[in-house]
């Protein structure tokens, strides 16, 4: 196409250009688009009021996940049992309806694949490296540890995707993120990450797609490179993207959805000539030292509110923005914590392993490596463990993982959004604390008045094992 | 999409950074499968005072809202833009806005106006007691106090809400273009267009 050294982000963008505009918008082609029960119902009304039908169903996939409680479904009959919330009742049986409706394939609630859509969509082979992702769930970033093009868009675009199987998108700036080197003893893929908010603040990545780089990146497993994508919007960036390599194809390769035989030959081959070339310039660089990142964790309602376990909590006036400083009082305020506290003396009474962020198998494991043999405090009064999805569960479970979980007091449950958002019946009530491996700590984000502290599974379970924030490097 | 060409009266002056989605709506309004009536929901937590700017007897359904840096930063959900419309807002001021919201705001009719900080400073001033007028045609923000404020907008943007058109009917226009994308890439890249049409 052209000579110019590009990036991986151009190279994909390039690659699915339908025809670009005089004003410089470009109608972008989309692969895969997955749609949940939540941002989807007022797209396929649209449709219906309009005539409208599914340009390509087969490249879309439905999932129910938001607001699926995470108890039992079906009862000993192997009947459903009915959802006591009747809003979210409507908006699941709305997606039961639309899907087939429209010709597109439902994973549904006593599928064994049903789980959070992004964990799904990577477990089914749905979604692949140098594809363009979209869903309505501005999680969607977390496709790109797969190498793909991966953002959240509105129910609108919703819509527009359904029509078109494109959407009509300016071209983002480029970022590098480059972190060096080696992570230290009980730093996980979710501490960089978290970093990475601190360093960029909320909003440093706006109008950016950011490329994670640098050797720190690459020794992930693919599991931790989706943890890393899947927070990319949390510092304000609507896509992560780390480019695909040989980890990428062992984890794509025999997957349900994943290509075949000769096809599978051509996609590696595609795969790899997306890397970004050589002398390849970004809009924008930042380098993180691995070596200055430790077990993190958040102590405001924003997560660029981060801090190394070890901190204490900072004063206002710390801040040099008087708008920050504001917002760090309220922030303190609402969390119940005063300037000057260490963080490992903050206590817990709600421990929450799950999202998608971190609800794979790897996350489990990492849990329960610092639980085993271990109980939950006394002060803990609730804590869950929701795997990603169906077949994590079942994962786990063939490893034994959840004899570990229910031994330490833990809640054993079934897949799903679950506590990160408290769509569903898992809530934080007000005024208690819960460390959680989500990804938002926002006024209200677990329940109302819920104060939430973002952490790794291996921190959340060392959380619950002390009962206060704690430094999974003195439990070892 | 009705047409929009200028936007006009009180402005609430919020002022508020990085005012969040579940700030705007939050998660337990989303369990609405239309888009009508969630304004009952849009700031909630704000609103559970009663000495809020949103109810008061002066901004209340005030067409233009100020806020601070990086507004309508967090989850996708486009009940932020029809909350707000519903709330009767129609246009948003603010130095920065997170690219969803944004995008969101457009395609539901909603103005996103971004100027720098000392702008909003100013405007915020005014808003406390004076109306605001925002004219899409000539890009400008203008006060009774003769302030004048320029402001760049997408020219595709511009066009759409000017003329009130509809994406998705703009873009069905292009299904030969689509269908030609489909072939060529059918070739070049045969597994992505497989979906879920060739499942085990």
Redesign the interface.
């Given at each position: 196409m052209t000579s110019k050294p590009r990036t991986l982000y151009e190279k994909i963008w390039d690659a699915h250009i339908v025809e670009t505009r005089d004003d410089g918008t470009s109608l972008i082609y989309i692969d895969r688009h997955l749609v949940h029960e939540v941002t989807s119902p007022q797209a396929f009304e649209a449709l219906r009021v309009s005539g409208r039908t599914v340009r390509r169903p087969d490249l879309t996939l439905a999932v129910p996940d938001h607001n699926l409680p995470t108890t039992a479904r079906r009862d000993g009959a192997g009947q459903p049992i009915p959802i006591a919330d009747p809003e979210s009742a409507q908006q699941l049986a709305a997606l039961t309806r639309n899907a087939p409706e429209f010709g597109i394939r439902l994973i549904g609630d006593a599928d064994v694949e049903q789980g959070i859509v992004h964990v799904v969509g990577p477990e089914q082979g749905f979604s692949l490296p140098g594809a363009t992702i979209v869903c309505g769930d501005s999680h969607t970033a977390c496709h790109g540890g797969l190498g793909a093009l991966a953002f959240g868009i509105g129910t609108s675009e919703v819509e527009h995707v359904l029509a078109t199987q494109t959407l009509l998108l300016k071209q983002s700036k480029t970022m590098e993120v480059r972190v060096d080197g080696q992570l230290g003893p009980g730093v996980s893929a979710k501490d960089v990450v978290l970093h990475i908010c601190g360093v960029l603040r909320a909003s440093g990545g706006t109008g950016y797609v950011i490329e994670y780089t640098g050797s720190a990146i690459r020794d992930l497993s693919i599991e931790g490179r989706l943890t890393i994508s899947n927070m990319a919007i949390e510092h304000g960036a609507r896509a992560g993207l780390i480019a695909p390599d040989d980890k990428t194809f062992a984890y794509v390769k025999g997957r349900p959805y994943a290509p075949k035989g000769a096809e599978w030959d051509a996609a590696v081959a595609w795969w790899t000539s997306l890397a970004t070339d050589p002398g390849a310039t970004y809009d924008k660089v930042v380098v993180i030292n691995a070596a200055d990142i430790a077990p993190s964790v958040t102590w405001g309602t924003s997560p660029e509110d981060v801090l190394p376990i070890t901190g204490v909590v900072p004063a206002p006036e710390s801040f040099e923005d008087p708008s920050k400083q504001d917002a760090a009082r309220k922030s303190l305020d609402y969390m119940g914590i005063e300037p000057g506290m260490r963080l490992t003396d903050i206590e817990v009474q709600n421990v929450f392993i799950g999202s998608c962020t971190n609800s794979r198998i790897e996350d489990l494991r990492a849990a329960a490596a610092v639980l085993k043999g271990r109980k939950k405090a006394a002060n803990v009064r609730w804590a869950i463990v929701v795997p990603g999805s169906g077949l994590v569960k079942q994962q786990a479970e063939a490893e034994g993982l959840d004899r570990i979980f229910l031994d330490a007091g833990f809640e054993w449950r079934e897949p799903g959004c679950s506590a990160c958002l408290a769509m569903n019946p898992d809530k934080v009530p007000a005024g208690e604390r819960c460390a959680s491996t989500s990804n938002r700590n926002f006024v209200g984000r677990q329940g109302p008045g819920a104060r939430t502290h973002l952490v790794s599974p291996a921190m959340a379970a060392a959380a619950a094992v002390t009962g206060k924030l704690a430094d999974v490097r003195t439990l070892a | 999409m009705e047409a929009l060409r200028e936007v006009s009266g009180r402005a609430i002056p919020f002022g508020r950074?990085?005012v969040?989605t579940?700030?705007i709506i939050?998660?337990?309004w989303?369990?609405?499968?239309?888009?009508d009536g969630l304004g009952r929901g849009a700031f909630e937590?704000l609103r559970s005072d009663p000495d809020n700017l949103f109810d008061s007897a002066e901004f209340k359904g005030s067409p233009i809202l100020i806020a601070?840096?990086?507004f309508g930063?967090?989850?996708?959900?486009?009940h932020a833009?029809w909350a707000l419309l519903d709330l009767g807002i129609t246009a948003v001021i603010a130095p920065?806005f997170?690219?969803?919201f944004s995008?969101?705001a457009f395609?539901?009719g909603i103005l996103t106006v971004v100027l720098p900080q000392e702008a909003i400073d100013r405007l915020m001033d005014v808003a406390q007691t004076d109306p605001v007028s925002i004219d899409l045609e000539s890009q400008t923000v203008t006060t009774p106090f003769q302030d004048r404020f320029t402001f760049e907008i997408?020219?595709?943007r511009k066009h759409c809400l000017l003329n009130g058109l509809d994406?998705?009917g703009l873009?069905?226009a292009?299904?030969e273009?689509?269908a030609?994308?489909?072939n060529k890439?059918k070739g070049?890249?045969?597994?992505?267009a497989?979906?879920?049409?060739e499942?085990?």
């Open positions: - | 950074k990085n969040d579940d700030v939050p998660a337990h989303l369990k609405t499968i239309t888009r937590a601070g840096d990086n930063c967090g989850s996708s959900r486009e833009a920065s997170s690219d969803i995008g969101n395609k539901n997408d020219p595709f994406e998705v873009t069905l292009r299904g273009a689509i030609a994308y489909e890439s070049e890249t045969p597994w992505l497989h979906g879920t049409g499942a085990a």
